[in-house]
């Protein structure tokens, strides 16, 4: 995909060489609408072809961890321990394995996709402008919504025929309880003990 | 001086120039797998490439073609 892109780039650059250097030949009609095609209708594919391929790369769980911050939450994925519910997700394949950070931190609404990014942005500038943060203090705003667990589980057999969830559902519907911070799965990343815990080993 | 006294050549060459180096910033933020690459497609690339093509409509609306 990015090759198809990249072809398309160069080709719009070829384009744009060519009024570059001789602008004249925009006199003909044929080249007026070459120049159509190489300054404004090329370009503009290009910028939003770049802009979906750059939104799909920020969803790989190996995007997330490419940040330095963000490497220990990688190392939590590989948990031994299954009362880890991140580790227990990645390591079953519960959520698809190459956006497992995505997968649960997604805000599952319209403009879901774009404050992630502008999430994102800000989590940038702290690390090279202002001051990085340190791993185990970092904290979602506004806390874990059960609605990104709800996104998968809703609906799930598993899920419904348990009878704590039956009976708290509507609670957990609306927020009221959190399925985290409830007391019920309240083991996420523990990137405070990290270095005492014992890690999974995939086979490959 | 006024848009339409710029000739439309010149108009031309500062956009295909914008457009060429938005797309060059485009690839390196393609090639490059680092979280500042999206910063460099979105603030630097896809600017480039906007101010080129916005120059390039500005000079056909403006620039009156040569006789």
Known sequence: MIAVLICQIVLSIVLASVFLIRPSLTHALGWKLLAFIGLFLLPAMCVVGGMNTHIQRSEQTRFCISCHVMIPYGQSLYLEDPAHIPAQHFQNHRVPVDTACYSCHADYTIYGPLKDKLQGLKRIYAQYVSTPPDPAAIRIAGGFKNAQCLHCHLGARNFEENAVHAALLDSLKSEQTSCLTSGCHDTAHDIANLSHLKFWRPAQ | ?67
């Not at chain 2, 060459?13 to 500042?36: A, D, K, Q, T, Y």
């Not at chain 2, 910063?39 to 609306?61: C, E, H, K, P, R």
Request: hydrophobic fraction near 65%; proline fraction near 6%; glycine fraction near 8%.
């Open chain 2, 1 to 67: 001086m006024r848009i339409s006294e710029i000739g439309m050549g010149r108009f031309l060459r500062i956009s295909s120039g914008l457009v060429i180096l938005g797309l060059v910033l485009e690839i390196v933020s393609l090639l490059w797998f680092h979280p500042l690459s999206f910063v460099l497609f979105a603030f630097l690339a896809a600017s480039a490439i906007g101010l080129g093509i916005l120059l390039y409509l500005v000079s056909l609306v403006f620039v009156a073609p040569p006789p």
